[in-house]
């Protein structure tokens, strides 16, 4: 059986966070930081066993579809549920959430390692298992406190999983569309009246539901103001229905595991998470988490592609040799290890950075910092809350292209077998398609990366990028590669002074700029690796090396301004249009 525990987590977990530095913010004081860390490891390595043991039965159910049940809802197939209740038995389940509510507090870091060894053995699984968390980490952090002590324990335990409602038939990448109605009732709960569609685990119990107030609903459609999360549970406190219906799954591609339900609420009472109107900015949260979890579930997917692909060509052989001796089969295996490695390097980079941010606001929320101290951290949590703002949409963005690449070139590399459903990697690829979909678009993470940037969230970013690889001077090769990444910035900044003289030119190459600043962030986390194990020299040194040509090739893609291509790219659309 594959160790899930691979050695690109373990080098996070041994080195590469300062777990003493996080611990003792998050608790304010002295912590058996060697206990806690031994804690987290327990838990991964069982984790892991238990999601290399998921496998088979997930590969070999893979095609079992979600249905719907018979009280109105909808469940996944049976092997799913068992490997759920394995989890809960293990206690494997709510992660994050804090030990007050029956969980472990563990840091989103290790809480995304867990998701991604979930995903690499079954990618449906973790649909169930990472919603029912980020539900659960929504309602601690917005509900009452009364909403907390009656739901918590039970997303700990197991008991109930979660969902997330936005997607309605108006309402995909602008939720500005969004038409579910929240009423407040005279006793401080409220009613939710809509239908959502595309909704994954929509059978769950749980239901944290984005939905426009009653009193602004005209005056705020078309934006996002006004609208509110509420937590909706499908049955009431005396067990009787809560008008929350499945009328229908989805058919699809791939995730078949996964129920992705229309949701119907009819009258459905709930609680407000948060303050009326300020119901965007708790899904932001839960919708960021996700993301997050999404990126982590892609590569987890890449990690199954990559085992795959090089097992199968270590046996295949051709031409009196293993395939994998081919130097274009090799060159499509190496290249797959390096992207899903600096996949991992920009993600975990991120959860770091969130970690720390999330100690932080425990921290100023104990209220118990002297005055200097709280207004030194309240500002470098503001400072970093600004590069988790950008980081977030370029690591889903990265995963997930990456992920599709990745199965895709497996699949390749199993030749003709590679397009039969014998072949893991073909279901592998069609659970990829959907990743670059889900939690915002590619286009719309690249968007959004824009906005950060064009509000100077990138300045802070590049400078601690570049007192990173001013630093790099131990060793020549390092060095050397460093000095490289300095000059892909450079490339990103001279982009930038093209893109933000013309909006609608900077929105036509977003991608381009995002994926420019990707490189350069994930190829410095790259050589922060190698300054703690230099056999990871190899991975940064073939990173960097592709992926510098990439950023003089795209600066001057983007340096190309002046020949109105949007002019032309609308002419071209338009003279097509009109043939059909
Ligand atoms: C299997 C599955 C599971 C899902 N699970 C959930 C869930 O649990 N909860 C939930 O709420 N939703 C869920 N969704 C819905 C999903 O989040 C949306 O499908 C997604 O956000 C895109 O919305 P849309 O389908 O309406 O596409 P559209 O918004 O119509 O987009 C169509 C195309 O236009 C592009 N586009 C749109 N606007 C812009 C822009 N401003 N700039 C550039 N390009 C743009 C998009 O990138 C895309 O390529 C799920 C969907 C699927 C298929």
């Known amino acids: 059986m594959a160790d899930y525990f691979t050695t ?29 860390v031994g804690a987290y490891r327990t838990i991964l390595e069982t984790a892991s066993a238990m ?87 929504d309602i601690e952090r917005y509900a009452s406190d009364e909403v907390k002590d009656a739901y918590l324990p039970r997303f700990t335990s197991g008991e109930v999983q979660g969902s997330m409602d936005l997607t309605e038939p108006e309402a995909g990448s602008d939720l500005g569309g969004i038409s579910t109605r929240v009423t407040d009732l005279p006793d401080g709960r409220v009613q939710v009246d809509g239908q959502k569609i595309y909704i994954s685990n929509g059978g769950a119990e749980i239901h944290l539901v984005l939905a426009r107030d009653d009193d602004k609903f005209d005056e705020s459609r078309g ?10 549970p499908r049955h009431l406190e005396d067990g009787s229905a809560n008008g929350v219906k499945v009328p229908r799954l989805e058919k699809k591609m791939g995730i078949h595991g996964s129920a992705t339900c229309e949701v119907l609420f009819e009258g459905s009472i709930g609680h407000r998470l948060g303050a009326a109107g300020e119901g965007f900015k708790a899904m932001l949260d839960l919708m960021n988490a996700a993301r997050l979890g999404v990126a982590s579930q892609s590569l987890g997917i890449c990690e199954a592609a990559v085992h795959d692909a090089i097992t199968y060509a270590h046996e295949r052989k051709q031409f009196g040799k293993a395939i994998a001796e081919q130097p274009m089969v090799e060159v499509m295996l190496a290249n797959m290890v390096v992207d899903s490695e600096a996949v991992r390097a920009l993600l975990y980079r991120t959860y770091r950075l969130l970690d720390l941010n ?28 600004a590069r988790v703002r950008l980081l977030t949409p370029l690591c889903k963005y990265f995963a997930t292209e990456t992920c599709d690449q990745i199965t895709r070139a497996a699949m390749q590399v199993f030749g003709g077998i590679g397009f039969t459903m014998d072949a893991e990697v073909a279901k592998l690829h069609a659970d990829s398609l959907i990743m670059t979909v889900y939690e915002g678009t590619s286009e719309i993470q690249a968007s959004f990366a824009l906005r950060e940037i064009g509000k100077g969230a990138l300045g802070v970013v590049f400078t601690e990028i570049r007192s990173e690889l001013a630093a790099m001077t131990d060793d020549p090769m390092r060095a050397e590669l460093a000095k490289r990444v300095e000059g892909m910035a450079a490339r990103v900044e001279e982009s930038m002074g093209v893109m933000f003289s013309d909006i609608s030119y900077a929105l036509l190459r977003a991608k381009l700029l995002t994926e420019m600043v990707i490189d350069v962030i994930a190829s410095c986390e790259l050589l922060d690796q190698v300054g703690v194990d230099n056999s990871r020299l190899d991975i940064a040194e073939s990173f960097i090396a592709r992926h510098a040509i ?31």
């Open 8 to 36: 690109g987590m373990r080098l996070y977990l041994d080195h590469l966070v300062d777990w003493k530095e996080l611990l003792e913010i998050r608790s304010g004081g002295a912590v058996d930081v060697d206990a806690e």
């Open 51 to 137: 999601a290399a043991s998921f496998e088979p039965e997930a590969r070999k159910n893979w095609a079992a579809e979600a249905e719907l049940t018979a009280d109105g809802g909808a469940q996944s197939p049976p092997h799913i549920r068992q490997a759920y209740d394995q989890l809960c038995e293990a206690g494997l389940i709510s992660l994050t959430v804090s030990e007050q509510y029956g969980g472990y507090g563990l840091p989103a870091l290790l809480n995304g390692i867990f998701l991604e060894m979930i995903s690499r053995a079954d990618t449906s699984l973790m649909m169930v298992v990472g919603l029912q968390t980020g539900a659960a980490s």
């Open 223 to 232: 934006t996002t103001h006004g609208l509110s999360l509420v937590l909706v």
């Open 358 to 385: 999330l100690a932080r606001e425990t921290a100023l929320a104990g209220g118990d910092l002297p005055d200097a101290q709280a207004t030194e951290m309240r500002a470098d949590l503001d400072r970093d809350n």
């Open 550 to 580: 990439k950023a003089d090739y795209l600066n001057q893609r983007i340096a190309d301004h002046g020949d109105g291509i949007l002019e032309r790219n609308a002419r071209v659309v338009a003279e097509a249009a009109s043939q059909h």
